[in-house]
């Protein structure tokens, strides 16, 4: 039985888990209880893959720094371009594990200033994203909010801002 269930799997591509490995079973006329197949493929060390990943938790505050002060008072309005941007990071699941995504936007135009991947959420990647909207725009005076996660608040970021 365990052979038949690693064949099923590998004609899965090796995506198949409990539940379509047994309804596979069942549809080559096999009665076999859901218990029976999970111990199987615990046993020889098959398992599925699934599209729920867990939650990534992107804002981590680094306690040691200081935090910069609210320059909008979490009021995200502009009059014009060039005011205010905003920043964030956030992950995208692939097949090879998660990539990291930090993003400049102008609140005014809602416009992506600039971005930048990576495969760690370093201080790097939130510059990258701010340095191409600096390249775009050259503004002078814009005010930069985010949410204050350690990337934001490491001493390069600080110094690139000034």
Request: proline share 2%.
């Amino acid at each position: 039985m365990t052979e038949r269930i690693r064949q099923i799997h590998r004609d899965s591509y090796e995506s198949y888990g409990l539940p379509r490995v047994r309804a596979e079973l069942i549809e080559q006329g096999v009665c076999i209880s859901r218990h029976r197949v999970a111990r199987l493929m615990r046993e020889a060390g098959i398992h599925g893959i699934s599209k729920r990943i867990g939650f990534i938790v992107t804002t981590r505050r680094d306690k040691r720094q200081t935090r910069a002060h609210d320059l909008v008072n979490r009021r995200f309005h502009a009059t014009g371009p060039n005011q205010l941007w905003v920043a964030d990071m956030t992950y995208v699941p692939t097949w090879m594990g998660f990539l990291y995504l930090a993003v400049v936007i102008d609140v005014w135009s809602r416009r992506v200033m600039g971005w930048a991947m990576g495969k760690r959420m370093t201080a790097d990647l939130v510059l990258a994203a701010l340095d191409m909207g600096l390249e775009q725009r050259k503004p002078k005076g814009v005010i930069h909010h985010s949410d204050q996660g350690s990337q934001y608040t490491r001493l390069a970021f600080g110094e690139r801002c000034r």
